[in-house]
């Protein structure tokens, strides 16, 4: 089946600084993926939506200009947390549609010092 | 606009007992919809989908589901719960407009109890 990495897998920053994390189609082209937060014990909640070679579209409520998302080529993805603040701890997990499948990546646990 | 909701947010059942995690969705278009399983500190993991095609619709590791559409309802099954089936299941629905939207619901925690 269709394989979605990313990376990094897990990332320690200070407060103030920014991070991004990757996420790739690998054996597929994927002109929307999808951008999901979890908390401990929570579901996944839709952050934003990556179309390539356009603006995302984000959910109400998430910050556009926090979380910068870019989908640059049709296999990758980039969400980017600027300005990083122990609230922003999470688990960042992305998907890639392929056909009418969603596809996830294994996710990002992210720590905010 | 599409949700999902998941009436129970945790269930419990014994080894070797069925197993049910109700589903239900709304959505203004046609949906497809899925059945994700989550075990502690690992990735999703596909169970099964329904895209319009046979209403029951059996995954892997002994699951099935039923689409009912007069009842807006993809509940999962299993006959004989297993200990490993303990993880949290998400069902989501997924509509193609303009754009995908994929919608998670709330989740439901299963406990197998031996």
């Known amino acids: 089946g269709a394989v979605v990495s990313q990376h990094p897998s897990r990332v320690i920053c200070k407060s103030g600084t920014s991070v991004k994390i990757e996420c790739r189609s690998l054996?597929?082209?994927?002109?929307?993926m999808f951008w999901y937060r979890q908390f401990p014990k929570k579901s996944l909640m839709l952050m934003a939506t990556?179309?390539?070679?356009?603006?995302?579209?984000?959910e109400q409520g998430v910050e556009k200009d926090k979380f910068l998302i870019n989908h640059a080529s049709l296999t990758l993805s980039t969400l980017t947390v600027t300005s990083a603040h122990p609230e922003d701890s999470s688990f960042y997990i992305c998907?890639?549609?392929?056909?009418?499948?969603?596809?996830f990546g294994p996710g990002t646990r992210l720590t905010v010092l | 606009a599409q949700s999902v909701t998941q009436l129970d947010s945790h269930v419990s059942v014994s080894e070797g007992t069925p197993v049910l995690l109700r589903c239900n969705y709304s959505?203004?278009?046609?949906?497809?919809l899925f059945w994700y399983v989550q075990h502690p500190n690992k990735g999703l993991q596909l169970l099964l989908k329904?895209?319009?095609?046979?209403?029951l619709v059996k995954g892997i590791n002994g699951f099935e589901a039923e689409f009912k559409k007069s009842e807006t309802s993809f509940h999962l099954t299993k006959p004989s719960a297993h200990m490993s089936d303990a993880a949290e299941y998400f069902c989501?629905?997924?509509?193609?407009?303009?754009?995908?939207?994929?919608?998670f619901g709330p989740g439901t925690s299963l406990s197998v109890i031996p």
């Open positions: 998907s890639a549609s392929h056909g009418n499948e969603q596809f």
């Open positions: 054996d597929f082209q994927a002109t929307t």
């Open positions: 990556s179309n390539e070679g356009s603006k995302a579209t984000y």
């Open positions: 959505s203004s278009y046609s949906p497809s």
């Open positions: 329904y895209t319009s095609a046979a209403t």
């Open positions: 989501v629905v997924s509509v193609k407009t303009s754009y995908d939207k994929v919608i």
